[in-house]
T-cell receptor, first 111, second 118 residues
Framework: RKEVEQDPGPFNVPEGATVAFNCTYS??????FFWYRQDCRKEPKLLMS???SGNEDGRFTAQLNRASQYISLLIRDSKLSDSATYLC????????????FGTGTRLQVTL | DAGVIQSPRHEVTEMGQEVTLRCKPI?????LFWYRQTMMRGLELLIY????????DSGMPEDRFSAKMPNASFSTLKIQPSEPRDSAVYFC????????????????FGPGTRLTVL
């Protein structure tokens, strides 16, 4: 079983739609959680950290369920520029000193 | 800040040749990571260094792969001899564990080296 599992997609959604990605992790000792974004043929970049109470950054909302070892990312009012691969990332150390990446979920937003 | 710098950006070589990938981390960062990304396996951690010392190389696939970090501003990943299955994008990333909260949450990736072994 992979340490971090994601649905690879692709998710094809029209502009303005709301889309949600899910991710599960296997190690219950995991301490920190993140979503990274990777554009086509580019490097991954931090999108947002995921906190136990849930957090929001503009159109993006991240949720964490420690009991179910489940992380989610919700994107509201999708834009064409949101088209990318979204990587679910877990840390056992509480910092970015050792990260485990999921294989990513690809999102394609269309007109 | 210039960010993480990698060279070359593209490398095409023939099977059996030696390949050396280079990385300059962000100044002041104390961790450096080497990853490999393929469509099939996603992003895999190969090795990482803390204060120039290799901490975990369990992700290095074979003895053909080696990595060094002779100083805080430079690291190399070498493949000798290269094989077609080594074709992938190789990323270098760095982070600081002593900075602001935002910095310690983030690994900063370089643009990657796209390696093709024929």
């Amino acid at each position: 079983r992979k340490e971090v599992e994601q649905d690879p997609g692709p998710f094809n959604v029209p502009e303005g739609a709301t889309v949600a990605f899910n991710c599960t992790y296997s190690n219950s000792a995991s301490q920190s959680f993140f979503w990274y974004r990777q554009d086509c043929r580019k490097e991954p970049k931090l999108l947002m950290s995921v906190y136990s109470s849930g957090n929001e950054d503009g159109r993006f909302t991240a949720q964490l369920n420690r009991a179910s070892q489940y992380i989610s990312l919700l994107i509201r009012d999708s834009k064409l520029s949101d088209s990318a691969t979204y990587l679910c990332v877990v840390s056992y150390t509480g910092t970015a000193s050792k990260l485990t990446f999921g294989t990513g979920t690809r999102l394609q937003v269309t007109l | 800040d210039a960010g993480v710098i990698q060279s070359p950006r593209h490398e095409v070589t023939e099977m059996g040749q030696e390949v050396t990938l280079r990385c300059k981390p962000i100044s002041g960062h104390d961790y450096l990571f080497w990853y490999r990304q393929t469509m099939m396996r996603g992003l895999e951690l190969l090795i990482y260094f803390n204060n120039n010392v290799p901490i975990d190389d369990s992700g290095m696939p074979e003895d053909r792969f080696s990595a060094k970090m002779p100083n805080a501003s430079f690291s190399t990943l070498k493949i000798q001899p290269s094989e077609p299955r080594d074709s992938a994008v190789y990323f270098c990333a760095s982070t600081s564990t002593s900075g602001r909260a935002k910095e310690t949450d983030t690994q900063y990736f370089g643009p990657g080296t796209r390696l093709t072994v024929l």
